[in-house]
């Protein structure tokens, strides 16, 4: 039988158990990693996750209008590298989300050009963005890979691309936001074009032994316009093909009431049967007994925990106590 606490490798990342802390948003005033930051990842290394996960970075200048990280340069670098020592010194793997908002805007967007798919004007934010044309695209996606190897001189064990939650490559994903008609849009092929393209440049700069997560969507929450599965498992076949290391699952999480736990597992379990790539489970991890049930019943092996261990970073340690692991 499996358990939460076998240890396992991604790549060439070692995890001493199944838990993921999920990114949570960190607040920076300048992009910088600060000491607030330091003392929260202190206690989540100690509280036991295996791997974190930390908040959104940016990697375009351009979005810079929000208090969040950010690594579009080198001048972001010595605070990162502390705390990657700080949370290796503690026995804990970290990696570094890299995120493009698009036209889900963070704070004001006042004279800001704003770059989307299509012009579609966001329904959270209100932006009205420009369609970006394809040297824009390739743009961004030359600048993950730079912040990708960014983050492997600085001691990140990997990084994870966000491609969930309505930001830039999630809206390339979802039909209400994306209309292009060129190589980039229409069925799942070209609307998944983005996310996978962005994967390839960033094992091209980081290299192939330098782990690559994706964070996706299962469900967009759009009433209407949203991508449907298949475009989903699509997306899935083609990150397996391209040998991505995880793939983590999301969707809609604010969606679900206090009581559902494990949101996403059905949707999971089929992409993890259907493809080789590894999965991270997340939103609605509560039960340990159940998450156990998941990892033995079903191919899914990782659990993603975000508000959990955002209420009690030692959480990790009281399973282990509580279960005698
Ligand atoms: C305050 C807050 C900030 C978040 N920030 C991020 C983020 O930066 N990147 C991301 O991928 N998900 C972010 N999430 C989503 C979580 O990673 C996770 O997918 C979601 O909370 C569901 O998991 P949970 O039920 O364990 O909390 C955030 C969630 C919350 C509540």
Do not use: W
Not at 48 to 63: H, R
Not at 221 to 235: H, I, K, R, T
Not at 259 to 266: C, D
């Amino acid at each position: 039988m499996k358990t939460l606490f076998d240890e396992t490798r991604l790549g060439r990342m070692s995890l001493k158990n199944r838990f993921f802390r999920a990114a949570i948003g960190e607040k920076t005033t300048d992009g910088q990693v600060n000491e607030n930051i330091l003392r929260l990842y202190k206690e989540l290394a100690l509280g036991g996750a295996g791997t974190l996960i930390t908040g959104f970075t940016l990697v375009d200048e351009a979005e810079k209008n929000f208090p969040m990280l950010a690594f579009y340069d080198d001048s972001f670098h010595e605070s990162h590298k502390a705390l990657t020592d700080l949370v290796h010194a503690h026995g804990a793997n970290i990696i570094l989300q890299l995120v493009c908002v698009g036209s889900y805007v963070m704070g004001d967007a006042t004279g800001m050009t704003v770059l989307a798919p299509s012009a579609v004007e966001n329904l959270n934010t209100k932006v009205l963005p420009r369609e970006m044309t394809v040297a824009q695209i390739k743009a961004v996606q030359e600048k993950f890979a730079k912040a990708a190897l960014r983050a492997k001189s600085a001691g990140y064990d990997g990084v994870e691309i966000h491609a969930a939650h309505g930001f830039l490559l999630s809206q390339f994903m979802t039909p209400y936001y994306n209309r292009r008609t060129d190589l980039y849009g229409g069925g799942a092929e070209g609307r998944a074009r983005m996310a996978l393209e962005t994967c390839g440049a960033v094992r091209e700069a980081a290299g192939a032994d330098f782990p690559l997560l994706i964070k996706i969507n299962v469900s967009d929450g759009l009433e209407n316009g949203g991508a449907e599965f298949a475009d989903v498992l699509y997306l899935c076949a083609e990150l397996t093909k391209l040998g991505i290391d995880a793939i983590e699952i999301s969707g809609a999480f604010r969606a679900f009431p206090p009581e559902a736990t494990s949101f996403f597992r059905k949707e999971a379990e089929q992409i993890a049967a259907a493809h080789g790539a590894k999965i991270i489970l997340t939103g609605g991890n509560r039960d340990f007994a159940e998450m156990t049930g998941i990892l033995n019943d079903s191919k899914i092996e990782y659990f993603g925990l975000a508000r959990p261990l955002m209420q009690e970073p030692g959480l990790i340690n009281r399973f282990k106590e509580e279960n005698g692991l």
